[in-house]
């Protein structure tokens, strides 16, 4: 059975700051691991996407997202905060592709950045 | 495309009311998903179809909750008679497997509301 951990429900930064939420992944198979960004009364977007291609997977928005599989993590970064960052974060894992398969999701971290 | 479209946005009922949620896939995806988000539960997969053809309907809470796909675009989910607790918003996504990591296209979600 597959899962995914995001640790920490609330991340605050600084305008500018760097961007850091995490996510751990169990799997059974080697997995196809996604993050989803959702916008207040809003559905999912899709940042980016890990299919085994390139373990560094760039994403929109300045994002970015390194599998490593040794810690089995993929975490999601950005450089420097901007308001608009400001939104809830899933990370999803698929063992089948993930458009022909439901998705496990994380709980989500809210995202909050300070002026 | 105008992307995932669902109906209603917004749903009160009472209890014991039954209650149909409607949602039109982008044309052209051969497959559509039911999530459900809770604060308690977070995202959680319900139901997926195939060609219009239930796959995994190991989401399902119980028989109260059932779906349908007439035809490549629509879907419904009803709940029949509805509870407090299945007050959450409900999502809708649809894809075009073709591949491993494809993205799947969430509509805004219907928040329902059982009283």
């Known amino acids: 059975a597959q899962s995914v951990t995001q640790l920490g429900s609330h991340v605050s930064v600084s305008e500018g700051a760097l961007v850091l939420l995490r996510c751990n992944y169990s799997s059974s198979v080697p997995p196809y691991l996604f993050w989803y960004v959702q916008y207040p009364n809003q559905g999912l977007q899709l940042l980016l996407k890990?299919?085994?291609?390139?373990?560094l997977v760039k994403g929109i928005n300045g994002f970015e997202a390194e599998f490593k599989k040794s810690e089995t993590s993929f975490h999601l970064t950005k450089p420097s905060a901007h308001m608009s960052d400001a939104a809830e974060y899933f990370c999803a894992v698929s063992e089948s592709g993930g458009g022909a398969d439901g998705l496990t999701f994380g709980k989500g971290t809210h995202l909050i950045i300070q002026p | 495309d105008a992307g995932v479209i669902q109906s209603p946005r917004h749903e009160v009922t009472e209890m014991g009311q039954e209650v149909t949620l409607r949602c039109k896939p982008i044309?052209?995806?051969?497959?559509l998903f039911w999530y459900r988000q809770t604060m308690m539960r977070g995202l959680e997969l319900l139901i997926y179809f195939n060609n219009n053809v239930p796959i995994d309907d190991s989401g399902m809470p119980e028989d109260r909750f059932s779906a349908k796909m007439p035809n490549a675009s629509f879907s419904t989910l009803k709940i029949q008679p509805s509870e407090p607790r299945d007050s959450a918003v409900y999502f809708c996504a649809s894809s075009w497997a073709q591949g491993v990591g494809d993205e799947q296209y969430f509509g805004p979600g219907t928040r329902l509301t059982v009283t």
């Open positions: 890990y299919t085994s291609a390139a373990t």
């Open positions: 044309s052209g995806h051969d497959y």
